[in-house]
Each structure stands twice: as C-alpha cells, then as structure tokens.
T-cell receptor, first 111, second 115 residues
Framework: QKEVEQNSGPLSVPEGAIASLNCTYS??????FFWYRQYSGKSPELIMS????GDKEDGRFTAQLNKASQYVSLLIRDSQPSDSATYLC???????????FGSGTRLSIRP | GAGVSQSPSNKVTEKGKDVELRCDPI?????LYWYRQSLGQGLEFLIY????????KSGLPSDRFSAERTGGSVSTLTIQRTQQEDSAVYLC?????????????FGPGTRLTVL
C-alpha cells in the first residue's frame, strides 16, 4: 500500500519564524510531489509542485525533495498568521496514477 | 466559469434516500477527481476520470456509490440508499492531464448530511 505520512501537529510557530513541514512517502518510484494548503472549512489549494531532487522556491515558500531518503518538505519563511492552515502533502507514483494525499499537518502561527 | 463548481453546496437527506452530486470542472481539464472528507480528517480518494472513462474506481466505498462523466465535462456522483456514515464533504477537483494530473484545482465541495 503506497502511503504518504505526515505529522498531524499542531505545529506552532511564532510569527516571522520559519515553519518547516515534513512528509515521507513509501514508494521509491514516485515521481511527482505536491503541497496543498487547506484553510478550515475551505477546499485545498495547490501551493507548490516539485518533481526533481533539490529545492524549489516560490516567494516565501521552498519545497525540498530528497528521493533517496523518500522525504519532501515545505519551508515557509517569515511566517504570517494567515499561513495558519492545514498543509497536505501529496505524491503521484506515475503519470497515469491517482495522487495519494497525506492526512495533513495543522500549522498555527502565533502573533 | 473560471473555477471548478459543485452543486448543491449543501444537501440534507434522510437515511435511505438517493442523492446526486454534480461537478463542473474547469474548461479544458481532461482529468476529474472525486474525494470525500469527513470532519477533521484527510482526503479520501473515491474515483477519477480521464475523459469519460474511469481508470481507477478503487476508492468507491461500496456499490451504493457510482459516478459518471459525460462529454468529457460534467460529472455526477450518485449515492444510493444513503447511510449516516456517508455524511461528509464531497470534493471534486480537475486538472490538465499534461501536468500528470497532480496539479489539481478543487471545487468548493458539497456538504452532505444524512439524518
């Protein structure tokens, strides 16, 4: 059973600090990885996708992928209260397969 | 419209009744997905469509659940003889298959309550 694992949290980070969210996956051949943000009572929205080993930066967000260690992480710099949400990690094992979502990490940014 | 739309936004039904949930994907998106999310829980995959065909129906919880997609666009998820455990938010998402399907855009969901 292919799985994506996340710490459910809550993860509490002071405003202005770096929030680090981690995710591990079980299948070595997985190809594509995604981070979604879900505010309470709302639908998930895509933040970033990453396909190659290394870092990918987009504004205050950096996704990091390490296929050898089978983990993907999301760093949020200069955390803001508006970043408080549940962050879902997702993996896709081939271009023809569905994506597998983790159960999400709840992030709380304290002022 | 610009985004994925779903209807109804809320549905309250009695146990044993059938319900139909509708999803209208983003124009041009060939892949369409249905998920279920119970309160405080993660996303539960139900089924996805590539065009009008469903390569993966593995997430449908029972034979009371079915889905179809016509014209490569609108999809309907039908739940027959609803049970209280079917109460959840049903989310639909669509994507361009050229992206591998992982970059999904979600609709606002249908909140189903079975009394």
């Amino acid at each position: 059973q292919k799985e994506v694992e996340q710490n459910s949290g809550p993860l509490s980070v002071p405003e202005g600090a770096i929030a680090s969210l981690n995710c591990t996956y079980s299948d070595r051949v997985s190809q594509s990885f995604f981070w979604y943000r879900q505010y309470s009572g709302k639908s998930p929205e895509l933040i970033m996708s990453i396909y190659s080993n290394g870092d990918k930066e987009d504004g205050r967000f950096t996704a990091q992928l390490n296929k050898a260690s089978q983990y993907v992480s999301l760093l949020i710099r200069d955390s803001q209260p508006s970043d408080s949400a549940t962050y879902l990690c997702a993996a896709q094992y081939s271009s023809a397969s569905k994506i597998i979502f983790g159960s999400g990490t709840r992030l709380s940014i304290r002022p | 419209g610009a985004g994925v739309s779903q209807s109804p936004s809320n549905k309250v039904t009695e146990k044993g009744k059938d319900v139909e949930l509708r999803c209208d994907p983003i124009s041009g998106h060939t892949a369409l997905y249905w998920y279920r999310q119970s309160l405080g829980q993660g996303l539960e995959f139900l089924i996805y469509f590539q065009g009008n065909s469903a390569p993966d129906k593995s997430g449908l919880p029972s034979d009371r659940f079915s889905a179809e997609r016509t014209g490569g666009s609108v999809s309907t998820l039908t739940i027959q003889r609803t049970q209280q455990e079917d109460s959840a938010v049903y989310l639909c998402a669509s994507s361009l298959w050229t992206s591998g399907g992982g970059e999904q855009f979600f609709g606002p969901g249908t909140r189903l309550t079975v009394l």
